[in-house]
């Protein structure tokens, strides 16, 4: 028999040694030389590993940027695109990969990436948005892809104030015992820069998100642009200079006029032309034909002459010339409207066939001017440049259904072409507004009067009827409920 003698601490380092296997192995530890005898170690699984949270990192594709003056330089353009960068990162970050920012599907930090009006439409649609959901499921989201496009608007500054931004999205969600959750989303927003931040005003998505893991996803959309902010009617005073290329568009006459109303509670509108030879009172010039008013005084005086004459509270007004009308119009990819009558007019330039029409700049141009083959001359013209008024609306409308980013161009146009009281970020959210108004609820006419021969001038004399026109849009906006 052998006996092997071993030392205290040598005893001491093998009892360490045994605890140490047996609570790998998962049996009760025998200590050698303990004075108790053998002690049993409680076994059981080992502690859960939290989730993994996954970095997020949007890299920029595209960065592109359009001003009053043209095609901005990109290097101008960077200190936006980083911010915004940054921006849609900790976007996303919020809706789809932090977990510890969904706060059980309600994502309540979502809120501060919208302006103020866009915060309810992104809550009634957190499904496109976000998770959603699933997200009370899922223990991390994996991203695989996130990419973010950008196209800017500039003030006359070159300065960025609003963005276009397109956004791809992909990852897989991670939902414990082999799930795997396919996601994806690409969204199109657009925001402005206010108070030293970037906001969202209007976005447009497309997702493929499960409402539950482990269910096949069905591809959702959502889109919202702001309405009019006001319950009220709003007025804006349309005016067409008689300015040719090179003049100012305020130092002319005005060659067209029309009153634009919509009623955001009733979505419902109209446009009110009033003939260019009315004969009203000017403040401050007596009385003389509309059409003097900007020659007088500039657009600020045309609002007053207007005002005065149909009691008409005037909230903005858009001013162009020929030249401006031209480019503004060929800048949207032209019109299409349906011509009412044929036109050949050697004087305009107008030569249609009646029925729906493609017009660029030039055309639409000559179809506004002509009135000496039309039904009405002056009156049947002020009808014609209200139905181009209906075709923009359209057109707009149509853009902004297909790719919310395709208002660049009329951002820009309008910055550049239209001479406004609107600021650019208010023009921005009148465009937006705009954008989601059906044309066909919108009624259009002109009022109408009697000819008259004073001191030498054609005019028009504005009986009853325009007047209790006036009164009817006056009232809501709206023309004949």
């Known amino acids: 028999m052998f006996v092997l003698a071993v030392s205290r601490s040598t005893r001491a380092l093998i009892a360490v040694l045994v605890v140490a296997v047996a609570g790998v192995v998962g049996v009760p530890a025998i200590v050698p030389g303990a004075s108790n005898g053998p002690v049993a170690r409680?076994?059981?699984?080992?502690?859960?590993?939290?989730?993994?949270?996954?970095?997020?990192?949007?890299?920029?594709?595209?960065?592109?940027?359009?001003?009053?003056?043209?095609?901005?330089?990109?290097?101008?353009?960077?200190?936006?695109?980083?911010?915004?960068?940054?921006?849609?990162?900790?976007?996303?970050?919020?809706?789809?990969?932090?977990?510890?920012?969904?706060?059980?599907?309600?994502?309540?930090?979502?809120?501060?990436?919208?302006?103020?009006?866009?915060?309810?439409?992104?809550?009634?649609?957190?499904?496109?948005?976000?998770?959603?959901?699933?997200?009370?499921?899922?223990?991390?989201?994996?991203?695989?892809?996130?990419?973010?496009?950008?196209?800017?608007?500039?003030?006359?500054?070159?300065?960025?104030?609003?963005?276009?931004?397109?956004?791809?999205?992909?990852?897989?969600?991670?939902?414990?015992?082999?799930?795997?959750?396919?996601?994806?989303?690409?969204?199109?927003?657009?925001?402005?820069?206010?108070?030293?931040?970037?906001?969202?005003?209007?976005?447009?998505?497309?997702?493929?998100?499960?409402?539950?893991?482990?269910?096949?996803?069905?591809?959702?959309?959502?889109?919202?642009?702001?309405?009019?902010?006001?319950?009220?009617?709003?007025?804006?005073?349309?005016?067409?200079?008689?300015?040719?290329?090179?003049?100012?568009?305020?130092?002319?006459?005005g060659d067209s006029l029309h009153i634009v109303s919509v009623n955001p509670r009733l979505r419902r509108g109209a446009i009110v032309g009033i003939p260019r030879d009315s004969f009203v009172s000017i403040p401050g010039h007596g009385t003389s034909k509309i059409n003097a008013a900007l020659f007088y005084g500039g657009p600020d005086l045309v609002v007053r002459t207007v005002e005065k004459l149909t009691g008409i509270h005037v909230d903005a007004y858009l001013l162009t010339g020929f030249d401006g009308f031209h480019h503004l119009i060929d800048g949207i990819g032209g019109l299409h409207l349906n011509v009412p009558y044929p036109m050949s007019d050697p004087n305009s330039g107008a030569h249609f066939r009646p029925g729906p029409t493609n017009l660029n700049g030039r055309e639409a141009l000559a179809f506004s001017r002509d009135r000496h083959d039309v039904p009405g001359g002056d009156f049947g013209r002020s009808m014609d440049q209200g139905r181009v008024i209906v075709a923009t609306l359209r057109a707009l409308r149509s853009a902004f259904a297909k790719d919310p980013g395709r208002l660049l161009p009329w951002i820009a146009g309008a910055s550049r072409f239209i001479k406004t009281d609107l600021s650019m970020s208010q023009m921005t959210r009148l465009l937006l507004a705009a954008s989601t108004f059906p044309p066909g609820r919108i009624r259009n006419t002109t009022v109408s009067g009697s000819g008259a021969v004073v001191n030498g001038l054609d005019v028009v004399r504005l009986g009853s009827s325009a007047l209790s026109v006036f009164r009817d849009v006056r009232h809501d906006g709206v023309l004949g409920r």
Do not use: C
Not at 76 to 89: E, G, I, M
């Open 42 to 253: 409680p076994t059981g699984a080992l502690p859960a590993t939290p989730p993994r949270t996954y970095a997020l990192h949007v890299t920029l594709g595209q960065v592109t940027g359009r001003g009053p003056a043209g095609t901005v330089h990109p290097r101008d353009l960077r200190a936006a695109a980083s911010a915004l960068r940054s921006t849609f990162n900790d976007l996303y970050e919020t809706g789809f990969v932090d977990q510890r920012r969904w706060g059980g599907g309600r994502f309540p930090g979502l809120d501060r990436f919208f302006a103020p009006e866009a915060r309810p439409g992104a809550r009634r649609r957190l499904g496109q948005l976000t998770l959603g959901r699933v997200a009370r499921q899922l223990e991390s989201v994996r991203p695989r892809r996130a990419k973010l496009g950008l196209r800017f608007a500039t003030d006359r500054a070159g300065h960025p104030i609003i963005a276009f931004a397109d956004m791809r999205f992909t990852a897989t969600g991670i939902a414990g015992e082999g799930v795997r959750v396919p996601i994806a989303q690409r969204g199109r927003y657009i925001l402005q820069r206010t108070n030293g931040a970037w906001r969202i005003e209007s976005f447009s998505v497309r997702a493929r998100i499960p409402s539950a893991a482990g269910v096949h996803a069905q591809l959702r959309k959502a889109r919202f642009a702001p309405a009019l902010r006001s319950g009220r009617p709003m007025f804006v005073l349309v005016i067409g200079s008689d300015a040719r290329p090179g003049q100012p568009v305020t130092a002319t006459r």
